[in-house]
T-cell receptor, first 111, second 114 residues
């Protein structure tokens, strides 16, 4: 079974700083690597995703960096804001119809 | 559009009781999923469905049953609840296979089994 190892488990960043969350995955035949954001009391929602025909994708302050040879991808949040405080999950495809999620990273941005 | 809705939002059960969680989506998605979320363990797939009338087991299916009688609804049943089933349950749907498509999640059901 596919496994996804996400780190760190929790992260505290000063307002304006850079938040970095990493994920490592095992073999996959699919090319879609999403990050989901979850606020307390809410369901996860897609934040940004990459298809690894490119090594990087940027949407506003959020960037995914993808290293296919190392089987790793990371989420960078530039100019982190208190409103970014949430739990972030990376994910990879598994078995055709399913998705395996990382254990999550709880981010707290200090004002 | 309401997206994905879940009923109920909260529930407390005694060990051995049964209940059904209802998930509904209005996006005409083929694929639907039930996950449970526990601290430090992310989201784990319980069961999923690739279309009306079909269901399949995920990572942690024991103690749960599901039905997809209508395309827009996906029901999760607990026949005899156990304390180990205390968790937050999320339903999700996707247009295509979740391996390559965005999943849309409901707001969750917080279940406590005493």
């Amino acid at each position: 079974q596919q496994q996804v190892k996400q780190s760190p488990q929790s992260l505290i960043v000063q307002k304006g700083g850079i938040s970095i969350i990493n994920c490592a995955y095992e073999n996959t035949a699919f090319d879609y690597f999403p990050w989901y954001q979850q606020f307390p009391g809410k369901g996860p929602a897609l934040l940004i995703a990459i298809r690894p025909d490119v090594s990087e994708k940027k949407e506003g302050r959020f960037t995914i960096s993808f290293n296919k040879s190392a089987k790793q991808f990371s989420l960078h949040i530039m100019d982190s804001q208190p409103g970014d405080s949430a739990t972030y999950f990376c994910a990879t495809p598994w078995g055709g119809f399913k998705t395996i999620f990382g254990a999550g990273t709880r981010l707290f941005v200090k004002a | 559009n309401a997206g994905v809705t879940q009923t109920p939002k909260f529930r407390v059960l005694k060990t051995g009781q049964s209940m059904t969680l209802l998930c509904a989506q209005d996006m005409n998605h083929e694929y639907m999923y039930w996950y449970r979320q526990d601290p430090g363990m992310g989201l784990r797939l319980i069961h999923y469905s690739v279309g009306e009338g079909t269901t399949a087991k995920g990572e942690v299916p024991d103690g749960y049953n599901v039905s997809r009688l209508k395309k827009q609804n996906f029901l999760l049943g607990l026949e005899s609840a156990a304390p180990s089933q205390t968790s937050v349950y999320f339903c999700a749907s996707s247009r295509g296979t979740s391996g390559n498509n965005e999943q849309f999640f409901g707001p969750g059901t917080r279940l406590t089994v005493l």
